[in-house]
């Protein structure tokens, strides 16, 4: 790998640490605040509802200036976000403003891969990002967790700076704002990361010209008969996953009688299997062999219905594990692939703006679904099943269309994957 690559990895391990203790932060203060459950599930689609919202805009955004500055640029955004959350503001909008700066990131972090590194590469590549991500997920979780307990509570909040009332009184805003120092590191890393000398694409003058631009290539992507495929998929994984910290949060309370700082933990749990099958599938798979990892999808959707008869720790380790395992294994030959597609089809930027649009849309709907479900009084292992079906369903279906365009599209199929088999360049 280049060196370039290892400061990318730095820059996204301190995002991916502050937003994952963030939503913890943000949870707990939800809970000590008297929230509802629907609005605690509900950070959850406000986190996504910029990468829809702004879809249109951050693709070309992110190929029109250097990867490192768009970077640095959102982490600023995130900051804002939490002194929004720290000083008045409603959790819910100022966690949509955090979602605002990590909608804004993506197509540079993923983006920036496809520039630097070559497709033989990106199988490898997406797999260390992934594992590195899963492990900021695991200790930002963890570092969440504990931030809101009282141990390191009491010690932070009686920290005070000479002269000076922050009015941080409680631990979910003492964890907030050790959250704003995660972020301010990772911009400074973000500084570091090289140029590819990559030409860029300036922004037109007209910025809702790109809103049919972006449309133009969410539909080429949707109509590439791999692509469609590809992004079906990571779009369900990651409408699943995005919604499952707060899932098991919500499963622990009631199969476990877990507090916040102890449930944190069990989503680490899920983390570190995600992270294993993100390793393997990045050893075994290659990118012409991504869409064989497809049936377990169905697996994963199964294992989410599964959890609500689970009400031992000694059980529950090891399943939340196996859930996290095929989820990881799902994602990352996929995830390639699309970049792929994508970066042939369209440039890095705005591929991964589509990806970022259907995924966060599934993310919004899926996590809309579960909060609608809570607040019509559906108990949390009701929830939870109903989730676990439409997982399953919805896997089937995009099984089924891949079976389609084998039988009636074969030639096509075969072309692109021998494409993705040969191809020794990059763009």
Not at 251 to 258: C, F, I, Q, S, T
Not at 291 to 300: D, E, F, R, W, Y
Not at 415 to 425: F, M, N, S, V
Request: with cysteine.
């Amino acid at each position: 790998m280049k060196r370039g690559f290892y400061t990318i990895m730095a820059a996204q391990f301190f995002s991916s640490l502050a937003d994952n203790a963030l939503f913890v932060a943000a949870v707990e203060l939800l809970r000590a605040e008297g929230a509802s459950e629907w609005q605690r599930a509900a950070l959850v689609p406000m986190f996504a509802l910029f990468y829809v919202v702004l879809a249109p805009w951050v693709g070309a955004f992110a190929d029109s200036r250097s990867k490192g500055q768009v970077m640095f640029i959102s982490n600023a955004i995130k900051v804002v976000g939490c002194l929004l959350m720290l000083f008045g503001g409603h959790p819910l909008l100022a966690y949509a403003v955090v979602g605002l700066g990590a909608a804004a990131y993506s197509p540079a972090k993923y983006g920036i891969l496809t520039e630097l590194l070559p497709p033989s590469q990106l199988v490898k590549a997406n797999g260390w990002i992934e594992g590195l991500t899963i492990a900021s997920i695991i200790l930002g979780v963890l570092l969440g967790g504990q931030l809101v307990g009282t141990h390191l509570a009491d010690r932070l909040l009686a920290f005070d700076l000479p002269g000076l009332d922050t009015s941080v009184d409680t631990p979910p805003e003492a964890a907030i704002a050790v959250m704003v120092l995660v972020y301010a590191l990772a911009a400074a890393i973000n500084l570091r990361i090289p140029r590819t000398g990559v030409e860029m694409r300036p922004l037109p003058a007209s910025k809702l010209s790109l809103l049919s631009d972006f449309w133009r290539c969410n539909s080429r992507l949707w109509h590439d008969k791999l692509g469609q495929i590809s992004l079906a998929t990571t779009t369900l994984f990651w409408g699943v996953s995005g919604n499952m910290r707060y899932i098991v949060l919500a499963w622990a309370a009631v199969a476990l009688g877990y507090q916040t700082t102890q449930a944190a933990s069990l989503v680490g749990v899920v983390a570190i299997g995600t992270a294993v099958g993100a390793v393997l599938a990045s050893m075994r798979v290659r990118l012409d062999r991504a869409t064989a990892v497809m049936p377990l999808g169905v697996l994963m959707g199964v294992a989410v219905i599964c959890m609500v008869f689970i009400d031992r720790l000694w059980l529950a380790v090891p399943f939340l594990i196996l859930l996290g395992g095929l989820g990881g294994y799902i994602v990352v030959p996929m995830n390639a692939l699309l970049q792929h597609r994508g970066h042939n089809l369209m440039g890095a930027g705005r591929s991964i703006a589509v990806q970022n649009f259907n995924e966060q849309a599934c993310i919004l709907t899926l996590g809309a679904l579960y909060s609608f479900a809570t607040g019509a009084g559906l108990p949390a292992f009701g929830s939870i099943a109903l989730f676990g079906g439409v997982v399953v369903v919805a896997m089937l279906a995009i099984q089924a269309w891949h079976v389609h365009n084998l039988r009636h599209c074969t030639a096509e199929v075969e072309h692109l994957l021998q494409i993705a088999r040969t191809d020794p360049g990059h763009h």
